[in-house]
């Protein structure tokens, strides 16, 4: 399952949005039809994850968390306690809580990321600052793609 490309949409009065139509393809086609929504980790922006993606996150957390350390269990608590579940309506809409709209400062306009097998959703303003020069981004892209000898 992979998402790709930007797409910008209007959230209404209540805080709901369409979920774009090339997201909604790539879902029904994995069939998946319940979505996570949380505050990324390391970006000003929220991340929509399908179950499965969910899930298997959840998992590799676990998997590598001592459950008698308290860093630990304090880390994988912080992940797992913002997340809300997330059911697309009939049109293909759904809500953005109020507590997820201000901890990614969203307001009336959004813009979808596709980012691999989940799906951003920035603020248009938070949006400007997350990329890099194009002699970094060359630069970065050519180490990342350079084979390891």
Sequence with gaps: ????????AKL???????????????????????????KDDFENCLTLCPGSVWNAQVDQLRQKMNPFSRQDKSTFRQFVMNVEEVKLDGNGRFLISKKMME????????????????????????????SQ???????ALQQMMSPAF
């Design 12 to 38: 209404d009065a209540k805080g709901r949005v369409f979920l774009p139509s090339a997201f909604r393809k790539v879902l029904e086609l994995a069939q998946e039809d319940t979505l996570y929504i949380r």
């Design 133 to 139: 020069t194009t002699e970094d981004y060359s630069a």
């Design 103 to 130: 901890v990614a400062n969203l307001k009336q306009s959004v813009n979808f990321i596709g980012y691999d097998d989940v799906i951003e959703i920035w603020c248009p303003e938070n949006q400007e600052n997350m």
């Design 1 to 8: 399952m992979r998402f790709t490309g930007t797409i910008e």
